[in-house]
C-alpha cells in the first residue's frame, strides 16, 4: 500500500519536473544542469518567479498597446488613459511583490507531491464528467474565498490601511490600467489567492488544472483593471470592477457576480450609467 501511494505520488513529481525544464531549460544558460541541482522547492519557486514575471509584463504591454495605441479611443476614451507614470508605478510596486507571490504556488505543490491534499494527477483516474463536477465545486469554493477574503481586506481596518489600501491607491480610470492587476502588497496578494490552496483540501482538484488556474489569475486581473465593460454575464469584469475602484463597497467578487448577488454587495455598471445619463 505504502509502495502504491509511493509511485502514484511520484507521478506528480515527474509532472512538475517536466514544468520546470520547460520554463527553465528555456530560461536559464547551460541547460538544465544547473538549476537541477537547486532544492526542488527552490526549482519551483524559480519557475514560477520567472514564468511570473514574462506572462504579468507580456500580457500587460500587449493589452496596453492593443487597447491604448491599436484601438486608441475606441474602448478607452483620450483623458482616461492613464499616464505612463501611474504605469510605471503599478509595474514597480508588482515587481516587488512578484517573489513573494510565487511563494503560494510553490508551496501548494510541495504539499501536493506530499500526498497532504485531494489533488489527483490525470482526468481519466475520474473520467471527465466527475472532473467537471470537481471544478465546478472548486471554482464555486474560490470565488466564495476570495469574495470574504476581498470584502474581510475592506471592511477590518487595520487590513485595509496597512495592506489593501495599496491597491486602492489606483481609484479613476485614468489610474487604472492592466499592470494594476498585480500591484499589490504581497501579503494581500498571497492572501487574495489562498482560497485556490484551501480547496485542494476540500475537493478532490485536477493537478494541471489547478496550476493553470493559478497563472490564468495574471491574465484575469490584468483584464478587470482595464476599465473596459465586456457586458458578459454572469462575468465580473472590468465595468463592474472598475465601480470597486471608486466606491470601496461594492463588487468585491473575483470571476462572477454570483456572490455580490447573493450578499448584496452587487453594483451594475449598466444601472449606473443609465443614472449618469
Known amino acids: 500500500m505504502e509502495v502504491e501511494r509511493a509511485e502514484y505520488l511520484h507521478q506528480f513529481v515527474e509532472e512538475t519536473d517536466w514544468y520546470n525544464g520547460i520554463v527553465l531549460d528555456a530560461l536559464l544558460p547551460g541547460g538544465g544542469a544547473a538549476w537541477r541541482r537547486l532544492p526542488r522547492p527552490l526549482q519551483s519557486w524559480l519557475r514560477n518567479y520567472l514564468g511570473g514575471n514574462i506572462l ?13 495605441h491599436w484601438k486608441r479611443n475606441v474602448y478607452v476614451p483620450k483623458d482616461s488613459i492613464p499616464s505612463k507614470r501611474a504605469m510605471l508605478l503599478q509595474i ?28 489527483f494527477s490525470s482526468i481519466s483516474e475520474v473520467g471527465w464528467p466527475i472532473y467537471l463536477t470537481y471544478m465546478a465545486i472548486y ?26 489600501v495599496t491597491h486602492h491607491i489606483y481609484n479613476k480610470q485614468n489610474t487604472l490600467s492592466p499592470f494594476a492587476g498585480l500591484a499589490f502588497n504581497p501579503l494581500d496578494g498571497i492572501l487574495q489567492a489562498v482560497p485556490h490552496v484551501i480547496a485542494l483540501f476540500i475537493v478532490p482538484t485536477h493537478f494541471m488544472s489547478h496550476i493553470l488556474l493559478l497563472f490564468i489569475e495574471a491574465l484575469w486581473t490584468a483584464n478587470i483593471h482595464d476599465c473596459i465593460h465586456g457586458k458578459v454575464w454572469p462575468v465580473m469584469g472590468a465595468g463592474y470592477h472598475t465601480i470597486h475602484h471608486t466606491t470601496y463597497r ?26 449618469t445619463e
Do not use: Q
Not at 471554482?139 to 489593501?164: A, C, N, Q, S, T
Not at 448577488?261 to 453594483?267: I, K, Q
Open 56 to 68: 504579468y509584463l507580456a500580457s500587460g504591454f500587449l493589452w496596453c498597446f492593443y487597447i491604448y
Open 92 to 119: 514597480y510596486v508588482a515587481m516587488k511583490a512578484m517573489p513573494w507571490y510565487c511563494a503560494l504556488p510553490t508551496l501548494s505543490e510541495y504539499m501536493i507531491e506530499k500526498g497532504w491534499t485531494k489533488c
Open 139 to 164: 471554482l464555486v469554493l474560490v470565488e466564495f474565498g476570495i469574495y470574504w477574503m476581498h470584502r474581510e481586506l475592506h471592511d477590518i481596518k487595520p487590513l485595509y490601511k496597512y495592506l489593501h
Open 250 to 275: 461594492h463588487n468585491y467578487g473575483h470571476y462572477t457576480i454570483w456572490m455580490d448577488w447573493m450578499f448584496g454587495t452587487l453594483r451594475d455598471p449598466e444601472e449606473d450609467s443609465k443614472k
